[in-house]
């Protein structure tokens, strides 16, 4: 059985969501490969406003 190197392993980059009015971190996503310059932004459900708000990406 061979075992790989531990630093040889290449993990995804992991940011998350965070609700514009209250601040609070809901979602987690996993980034893709590709570059952006700008942060993203998408109007999901927030538990604690308990409404649809923007969300915007944070590391």
Do not use: D, P
């Not at 531990?6 to 601040?23: I, N, P």
């Amino acid at each position: 059985m061979k075992y790989r190197n531990k630093r040889s392993v290449k993990r995804a980059k992991k940011a998350s969501l965070a609700c514009v009015e209250c601040g609070s971190r809901n979602y987690t996503i996993t980034l893709g490969a590709s570059a952006r310059t700008t942060r993203l932004e998408m109007n999901k459900h927030c538990k604690y406003c308990k409404k649809h708000t923007k969300h915007r990406e944070t590391k």
